[in-house]
């Protein structure tokens, strides 16, 4: 239902950046993608590597579809759902729908650390939101409370709105 696999709408400005020989060996292989699966469409590891492929050269509109279908087929796959949130949330600009694939993500998989910080620099950055940052962070401080990369997110949360206290007490821990 989404754009057609072997079909690759690269970043014009990108594409300069990237030899002739790459770019055709690319399309090759999303030819040869698309036709494994046209055979077989529930593998989500080949899935992955069309969307991986497709963010490559900055077509956004492709990725996106392809890991809208990884999600079908894979519910369990929480890489999935976290590289849809980022796609949605810095990419394609639809910060409602990075939301929800964030937090599936993290429910999906609690104890990947990365999912926690990368929520919470999405709130920062893309929403200018510190409460909420700030709630998925100490989320994921209870849940992984040995975790360093939390602490630190905290202490540089903290930090960046002015609570020096807590900020210093977060890197002490890291």
């Known amino acids: 239902r989404g754009e057609p696999v072997a079909k690759l709408n690269p970043d014009p400005n990108f594409l300069r950046q990237v030899s002739e020989d ?3 060996k690319s399309i090759q292989e999303l030819n040869d993608f698309a036709e494994k699966l046209a055979q077989n469409p529930d593998q989500s590891g080949l899935w992955m590597r069309v969307a991986q492929m497709k963010y490559f050269y900055n077509d956004y509109i492709g990725a996106r579809d392809a890991y809208e279908y ?3 087929i894979a519910e369990s ?3 999935a759902f976290y590289n849809l949130a980022s796609l949605y949330g810095y ?3 639809e910060p ?3 939301i929800p694939k964030y937090r599936e993500a993290i429910k999906l998989n609690p104890w990947g650390a990365s999912f926690y910080t990368g929520f919470a620099g999405f709130y920062q950055d893309v929403l200018r939101d510190f409460a909420s940052a700030a709630e998925v962070l100490l989320a994921g401080d209870k849940q992984l409370p040995q975790e360093p990369s939390i602490a630190v997110a905290l202490g540089a949360l903290y930090e960046n709105t002015g609570k020096a206290q807590d900020s210093i007490a ?5």
């Open 77 to 79: 796959d929480a890489v």
């Open 170 to 174: 977060r890197y002490e821990k890291a």
């Open 22 to 24: 790459k770019y055709k």
């Open 70 to 72: 990884i999600n079908q």
């Open 91 to 93: 990419d394609l600009k």
């Open 96 to 98: 409602a729908k990075a």
